[in-house]
Nanobody, 116 residues
């Protein structure tokens, strides 16, 4: 079955950087778009942060464009989110997502806190 495991979150000061990773298994990773979402508080809607297609086409939300970079390593079935120039407004739980056969699969999430 599909399994997504995020890692790399933590506490960072404003202006700092973090690199999130999502290890995927249970499907043909190289054939699917991968996405990163974030949720700022329980009960709030998860917002799309970035996505990368199977052929490497990327999309970024306006709020992160120029600061975040999504990438994928098909040999390791892993997608990364490099986050630079972090702001307090980037504080959220970050989730890895893959839409597959009409179903959205999610990881457990990793907390990112940007605070001085």
């Amino acid at each position: 079955q599909v399994h997504l495991v995020e890692s790399g979150g933590g506490l960072v000061q404003p202006g700092g950087s973090l690199r999130l990773s999502c290890a995927a298994s249970g499907f043909t990773f190289s054939s699917y778009s991968m996405r990163w979402y974030r949720q700022v508080a329980p009960g709030k809607e998860r917002q799309l942060v970035a996505s990368i297609s199977a052929v490497g086409t990327t999309y970024y939300a306006d709020s992160v464009r120029g600061r975040f970079t999504i990438s994928r390593d098909n040999a390791k079935n892993t997608v990364h989110l490099q986050m630079n120039s972090l702001k307090p407004g980037d504080t959220a739980v970050y989730y890895c997502n893959v839409p597959r056969s009409g179903v959205n699969y999610w990881g457990q999430g990793t907390q990112v806190t940007v605070s001085s």
